[in-house]
């Protein structure tokens, strides 16, 4: 079942049903303020942070689900009702939202009145735009009473939610013309503030919760709304809220534009104040004159608009499958957009207040964004950079705001260090930019300990082979990629954390097949690299520590039909034939078939066999198999999950692109695609209701074939899987890889497919690729031509900047 369609020529997903099995949000702004919104207006708006700087409140797993917003109420004299449906829930004449690239229209008829709320962020604004409409469709006068609403958040978002002993004190607001501002806290530490405006003389308001809606009323009954008349509250202390009433009256065929400004202000300390305890309004006030017509909002979201042609413009494919093309040409990319602002920080399944800017994750996301804005990647890395320490190690998680890393959750993540050097190596190849190596990076954000990005690599290389186990395999530390495989935490205390607690990790042997995999292709990448800028020496050396590699993966990681998942704490294997229990796991398998370790002896195309046959299933990939039943203390997290969800057999769908790359590097097309539709959100929409999440974007996981329910998907938007999957179709499926010297050109296709054209914009040139497969072949390239010129090789060599190229691609 579903519960709307794609719109691919405005790229929107259409709910045409409010009742989804989950809110189905998108995300508004790209750089500094950000808002969540759900198909009914439910959601939040934050500065930066999602912890530290929450504007607006929101309550997570709440009942009713998703309560709380930014709504519009309406009473026409005989109804209360929004255009979202919810909070009212009062039943609509019909309803539609329209989720697109970072805007959300929501609009609703009931009685005759259209009333069409459209949200979105401007570009280099610091603050959300909403645009109401009213349109009259009958033949008799309106007289409507608008309602809007927020609640303010008292900026962090955690002590908002724990300490009512203060917080209930301390709100307070000022109200001029019709702006109400938020200003609890500014009088002391705060330089900031944030503001709600209506480009309208408002017939009156309300800032105080409890009188706008009855302190035993919900959400959908306010009581100012219902009795049709505000109380023009001024909070002090408890909660307070913004509510702007006004009246409008509406001819038959008439229609009206509100424009309502949600903002934040931030002031130097000099500059604060106007007079005694009262704000310092100028740059509200500049920013509300911005928008203050319908015809300058609109203006405003055809610039966002333009901006996202141009991002999406830099990879488009035409491949005669139409839900491809939408993930490929839209979707996915956007989702990566999101992935890069927000890591794991802030959706309707993370709180925003627990994790921030994850290491491995932000690096992780980079493949997915670096071809939009190249110089924002560049940023990126500096910032995750700056959160090592010397000997490689690193912060798992750090804040936006501060950009410091998070002592709460540490380091020993043994993974981590070999992602930078997946981000740093994807943005020059994609830039050309080989200045950020000389970039001065400091260590934990230490002034004066900075050294040249390049010594970052390094060091993160180096990690990994200072911290090798008795069977000259990585050490874990914590936990590699998969978080919940805790082989050193060996906890039986239910208050201690899976993720920071390691009561054996002293003399710890426990070692990692994944991040061997996982050293050998970003260690390979590293090599590169150094001969690239003439490091050959260094080259040199990294070259045998990864041959080094290799062998121990043969002699201690082969299992015989497919590679071991790793050796725990006692030295026995986890992933094996022997155990009893997860006898197989996905992610060694991927990492050592990407790597080609054993590719000539048979060993990637047994493992990408077993695979197959053990873990895949309709939905996709689960993770290992047979699932844990009982908890093992010595592998932590993962066996506390029921069989079939999360990291205990789930369809963790950040890995499963692990595998189809695996399968392009033994050349098998066919698989590759297979794996690829089963997890792509477009091509399960037809289960929407199974499904459960938005059909537009990629989930966390998918429940295994263990689980209750196969095939019911949680955790959507902010996953590694988006940047993965992207990376997967467009580098290794279509083959559109950038390198340092030009743009490869390696399919590995479906042999049913008859070819397919992409365009890329390259370093300054614009490709125009039309892959050819006359023989139905799986992988290789026969011919390739630029401009009629027959090329040696399957790489496009670097062409004049400016100009746009014909190239011509004959697989075997
Ligand atoms: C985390 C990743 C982790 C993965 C597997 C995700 O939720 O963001 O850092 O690698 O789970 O445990």
Redesign the pocket.
């Known amino acids: 079942m579903k519960y709307g369609h794609f719109d691919d020529n405005r790229r929107e997903y259409v709910i045409t049903n409010p009742r989804t099995p989950w809110p189905w949000i998108n995300y508004l702004g790209n750089e500094d303020f950000f808002s969540l919104v759900s198909n009914t207006g439910g959601g939040y708006s934050f500065y930066k942070d999602a912890k530290f700087r929450r504007l607006t409140r929101y309550r997570y797993n709440n009942v009713p689900m998703d309560s709380g917003g930014k709504y519009f109420y309406i009473n026409d004299g005989e109804t209360v009702w929004s255009p979202g449906w919810k909070p009212c829930k009062t039943e609509l004449d019909s309803y539609e939202c329209r989720h697109g690239m970072n805007y959300t229209t929501i609009k609703g008829v009931k009685n005759g009145v259209e009333a069409e709320a459209l949200y979105f962020v401007p570009l280099k604004t610091w603050a959300e735009v909403q645009k109401l409409t009213l349109r009259n469709t009958t033949n008799e006068v309106k007289a409507l009473k608008i309602f809007s609403f927020v609640e303010w958040c008292l900026w962090n978002a955690a002590s908002d939610m724990e300490n009512f002993q203060r917080n209930f004190s301390t709100g307070e607001v000022e109200i001029e013309d019709s702006v109400i501002y938020h200003k609890t806290e500014y009088k002391e530490r705060r330089d900031h503030f944030a503001y709600y405006s209506v480009n309208e003389p408002m017939q009156g308001f309300d800032t105080d919760r409890e009188t706008f809606f009855g302190l035993y009323n919900g959400f959908d009954e306010p009581q100012t709304v219902l009795e049709g008349a505000p109380c023009n509250s001024e909070a002090h202390g408890w909660s307070p809220i913004a509510s702007h009433y006004v009246e409008v009256v509406l001819q038959p065929g008439e229609s009206k534009e509100l424009v309502y400004v949600l903002g934040y202000v931030e002031n130097a300390p000099e500059e604060k104040w106007e007079s005694k305890n009262i704000i310092n309004k100028t740059k509200a006030k500049a920013t509300i004159a911005r928008f203050d017509t319908a015809a300058k909002v609109d203006a405003a979201l055809a610039e966002l608009n333009a901006y996202w042609d141009n991002l999406l413009n830099v990879f488009t494919i035409k491949t005669g499958e139409e839900k491809l093309d939408r993930m490929v040409n839209i979707w996915n990319q956007y989702q990566c957009m999101i992935t890069f602002c927000f890591?794991?920080s802030a959706s309707f399944f993370e709180s925003g207040i627990g994790?921030g800017m994850?290491f491995?994750?932000s690096n992780q996301d980079l493949v997915g964004f670096v071809h939009q804005i190249p110089e924002r990647a560049r940023e990126r890395i500096i910032d995750i950079a700056s959160t090592q320490f010397p000997d490689g190690g690193c912060y798992?998680q750090y804040q936006p705001l501060t950009k410091k890393g998070n002592n709460e959750i540490g380091q020993g993540?043994n993974?981590d260090p070999m992602w930078l050097i997946l981000g740093t190596t994807a943005y020059i190849k994609e830039s050309g930019d080989f200045t950020i190596l000389d970039e001065p990076v400091p260590f934990d954000n230490e002034i004066g300990s900075e050294v040249s990005l390049f010594h970052h690599l390094t060091v993160s290389f180096d990690h990994v082979v200072n911290n090798l186990g008795p069977h000259g395999l990585p050490l874990s530390g914590r936990?590699?990629?998969?978080?919940?495989?805790n082989l050193n935490c060996f906890s039986n205390d239910p208050n201690e954390s899976f993720q920071t607690t390691e009561n054996k990790s002293e003399g710890s042997q426990a070692q990692s097949l994944m991040i061997a995999g996982l050293f050998v292709v970003y260690g390979r990448d590293y090599v590169e690299l150094c001969k690239v800028i003439g490091k050959t020496e260094e080259a040199a050396r990294a070259q045998q520590h990864i041959d080094a590699m290799v062998a121990a993966i043969k002699l201690n990681g082969w299992d015989g039909d497919w590679f071991i998942r790793a050796y725990d704490y006692f030295g026995n294997k986890i992933g094996s034939k022997d155990n009893e229990e997860s006898k197989i796991f996905i992610e060694s398998n991927g990492w050592c078939t990407m790597a080609g370790i054993g590719l000539e002896e048979g060993m990637v195309a047994k493992a990408l066999d077993s695979v197959k046959e053990r873990l895949d299933c309709e939905h996709g990939i689960v993770l290992n198999n047979p699932p844990f039943t009982k908890y093992y203390i010595e592998y932590g997290e993962i066996s506390s999950y029921p069989p079939g969800y999360?990291?205990n057999a789930g369809i963790?769908c950040?890995?499963n692109p692990w595998i189809m790359i695996g399968e392009t590097v033994q050349g098998r097309g066919d698989r590759a695609w297979e794996y690829f539709r089963k997890i792509c959100p477009s091509y399960t929409e037809e289960i929407s209701d199974l499904h459960k999440v938005e059909p537009y974007v990629y989930a966390?996981m998918i429940a295994g074939k263990d689980a209750f329910k196969p095939g019911e998907a949680k955790?959507s938007w902010?996953?590694?899987t988006a940047a993965w999957n992207y990376y997967a179709i467009t580098q290794y499926i279509l083959g559109i890889q950038p390198t340092y010297n030009g743009l490869r050109i390696e399919p590995c296709i479906a042999p049913e497919w008859k070819g397919f054209a992409v365009t890329r914009k390259f370093r300054g040139a614009t490709y125009q690729i039309e892959v050819k497969n006359p023989n139905g072949s799986m992988k290789g390239v026969a011919s390739l031509t630029v401009d009629g010129k027959a090329i040696e090789g399957n790489t496009i060599p670097l062409m004049p900047v400016g100009g746009t190229y014909k190239v011509e691609v004959v697989m075997n």
């Open positions: 890591s794991r994790r994850g491995r994750d798992h993540f993974d936990a590699d990629w998969n978080d919940c495989l999360k990291e963790f950040h890995n966390q955790n902010l996953t590694g």
